[in-house]
T-cell receptor, first 116, second 110 residues
Framework: GAVVSQHPSWVICKSGTSVKIECRSL??????MFWYRQFPKQSLMLMAT?????????EQGVEKDKFLINHASLTLSTLTVTSAHPEDSSFYIC????????????FGQGTRLTVV | GEDVEQSLFLSVREGDSSVINCTYT??????LYWYKQEPGAGLQLLTY?????DMKQDQRLTVLLNKKDKHLSLRIADTQTGDSAIYFC??????????FGQGTELSVKP
């Protein structure tokens, strides 16, 4: 299957700082990327959907000013957690799909964020 | 709204078959997936089935889909200790946007 790379795999940051997580599709053009969040021992919850070149669509309850998503190219989407707080500590996973190829979504390996 | 339900735990002995069940509500789903997640790791796609199929077999894995009852199952034959993980079913009806179940924690005892 296609490869989606997420970076970094883990990050520790101080409260109040911002953290950027990258999601790259390595061997296909991702027209759509999705960002999920997973709390310990819980399921994945969709945070937002981003289409290349347009604004992200956020799910209900997700603060768009706190979780900034940029999808400037067909191979890269970024999630920036702004002014991070300990309650933002979580596992963040992206997935990417190609509408043209009508493929299923491929997942990155996830990023574990710890805010101290 | 869309909802995907799974039982939370399953315990089997090594060598037995495991059956993990899932129910979903959105009949327009085009793909239904099974993912495996080991502790601290990302998601590994195990298999998926198109909504117009009722069965798919891939080595030790068998997926059964009952579209009428909106019921999906994953059978793992000859379960091994390395199969211990959390298994998520997910439905896709919007070109890659997935709705996940809560996950079933499979414990395989030697």
């Amino acid at each position: 299957g296609a490869v989606v790379s997420q970076h970094p795999s883990w990050v520790i940051c101080k409260s109040g700082t911002s953290v950027k997580i990258e999601c790259r599709s390595l061997d296909f053009q991702a027209t759509t990327m999705f960002w999920y969040r997973q709390f310990p021992k819980q399921s994945l919850m969709l945070m937002a959907t981003s289409n290349e070149g347009s604004k992200a669509t956020y799910e209900q309850g997700v603060e768009k000013d706190k979780f900034l998503i940029n999808h400037a190219s067909l191979t890269l989407s970024t999630l920036t957690v702004t002014s991070a707080h300990p309650e933002d500590s979580s596992f963040y996973i992206c997935s990417a799909s190609s509408r043209q190829a009508n493929t299923e979504a491929f997942f990155g390996q996830g990023t574990r964020l710890t805010v101290v | 709204g869309e909802d995907v339900e799974q039982s939370l735990f399953l315990s089997v002995r090594e060598g037995d078959s495991s059956v993990i069940n899932c129910t979903y509500t959105d009949s327009s789903s085009t793909y239904l997936y099974w993912y495996k997640q080991e502790p601290g790791a990302g998601l590994q796609l195990l298999t998926y089935i198109f909504s117009n199929m009722d069965m798919k077999q891939d080595q030790r894995l068998t997926v059964l889909l009952n579209k009428k009852d909106k019921h999906l199952s994953l059978r793992i034959a000859d379960t091994q200790t390395g199969d211990s993980a959390i298994y998520f079913c997910a439905e896709d009806n919007q070109g890659g946007k997935l709705i996940f179940g809560q996950g079933t924690e499979l414990s395989v005892k030697p």
